[in-house]
């Protein structure tokens, strides 16, 4: 007997992805990664100061933190989550245009820590209801195209801070504040009209794969997920300033961002293409790996080109290793798979805001020579590399019943 082809995708389809994608440009590239590349500009206006921009920094973290705990208030309707995060980020980024205007730094940090409430809000949200309207159209192997937009937001973001640099920093902000309120719009615009998500009945392949008592199960992906944000957000947060002590020119250290961000959005497209169907713990095991050898090769090897290799590497898996995780998460919970979804967002939130202060715990001391980045850089690859094993492991084929998802 032979089997029909899978039907062509339709306009709705392609609007739920156009959807997804636009968002987590705006939510992520903009409103969660943006004061990456700016933060150094507004110190040069005298926006803020190395202090206050760590501080706004944590801001972020902590309000991403927050909104991962909350993002469950949306369960029932993730498209309006979505949809009410993006207008928070649009007008979060605009504000940012006039905190050199206001007289206490106070302003700068709650704007951040909202920004991070409302990106992981959209995080959530668009892979809740994303995935679930492409799975109930049965297209949702189109579902890894909509995690290219973080690394699209993140090159143009970096982009933009690179060729206009000689802007003042405030323009920069409100120019991204109106990409980000067009793009608030667009969503808003593509996804009307398409169904909420319904509880869908569990096949038994993803209701072994979400069982309690099954190894690998729902709390082993939310630990690996922790771990992969404690592992990424040291490369993510300090990679532009190791480039800039090695390489002062602004037009050199300059791109390492934009680098970033570019090899993000090519491995996930080149994974949606090429690898639609490998098991994606076996994915997400990968892509710990090459995190694991990102995360080593500076501390290792104290020159340009590792630190460069280190963007190529750390900037090309941890899309990848979010689409992953997120995808399992889906397929764990078909029904309703936001709880689970901001429980692992939670843990990345939790990670990653451990990362800078293991950096600030040992502070100036040395340890076998070694600095506080160095010394934290080695302990989040050790991590990496132990949870990349274990995923390989559990992503056996007998053992991993959700390869497709």
């Known amino acids: 007997m032979t089997h029909p082809r899978p039907a062509a995708p339709s306009p709705s389809t392609w609007s739920i992805v156009g959807s997804g994608l636009v968002a987590l440009a705006v939510a992520m590239g903009i409103g969660r990664f943006a004061f990456t590349p700016l933060m150094p500009l507004m110190i040069r206006d005298g926006a803020l100061d190395a202090v206050e921009g760590v501080e706004w920094a944590a801001a972020n973290y902590a309000g991403y933190l927050i909104g991962a705990l909350t993002a469950s208030w949306f369960s029932r309707d ?74 699209l937001g993140v090159a143009f973001a970096g982009v933009l801070a690179w060729l206009g640099g000689r802007q003042p920093a405030h323009w920069l902000w409100a120019e991204l504040g109106l990409v980000a309120s067009a793009g608030a ?9 398409q169904s909420s998500p319904r509880a869908e009945r569990s096949s038994p392949e993803a ?28 490369p993510a947060t300090f990679l532009p300033a190791m480039a800039r002590e090695l390489a002062p020119d602004p037009l050199v250290f300059g791109l390492t961002w934009p680098l970033f961000g570019l090899t993000a959005a090519l491995s996930v497209a080149v994974v949606s293409r090429s690898l639609p169907s490998v098991s994606r713990r076996r994915l997400w095991a990968l892509a710990q790996a090459a995190m694991a050898l990102g995360a080593a090769l500076p501390v290792m090897v104290p020159a340009l080109w590792a630190v ?31 709880p689970l979804l901001a429980r692992m967002t939670s843990a990345f939130a939790v990670g990653q805001i451990g990362g800078p202060l293991l950096v600030r ?22 991590l990496l590399a132990i949870t990349a094993l274990w995923l390989w492991r559990e992503g056996r084929p007998s053992a991993d019943p959700g390869t497709r998802v």
């Open 78 to 151: 993730p498209r309006r989550g979505l949809i009410l995060s993006l207008g928070g980020v649009a007008l979060t980024t605009l504000a940012m245009a006039e905190v050199g205007a206001m007289p206490s730094a106070l302003y700068g940090a709650l704007l951040r820590g909202a920004a991070g409430v409302f990106s992981a809000w959209s995080l959530v949200c668009a892979s809740s209801w994303c995935l679930a309207e492409l799975a109930r159209l049965r297209a949702g192997r189109l579902g890894s195209w909509i995690y290219t937009g973080v690394g």
């Open 308 to 338: 460069a290799a280190s963007a190529v590497l750390v900037g090309s898996s941890f899309m990848v290793a979010t689409m992953a995780g997120l995808q399992l998460a889906r397929a764990a919970r078909p029904d309703n798979p936001t």
């Open 207 to 234: 209701a072994a794969a979400g069982a309690p008592g099954r190894r690998g199960g729902q709390w082993a992906l939310v630990i690996c997920y922790g771990t992969f944000g404690f592992g990424y957000i040291l």
């Open 361 to 382: 715990a040992i502070g100036a001391g040395r340890f076998a020579g070694w600095d506080a980045l160095s010394v934290s850089g080695a302990i989040a690859a050790l």
């Open 185 to 193: 719009l667009l969503v808003w615009a593509l996804s009307r009209g």
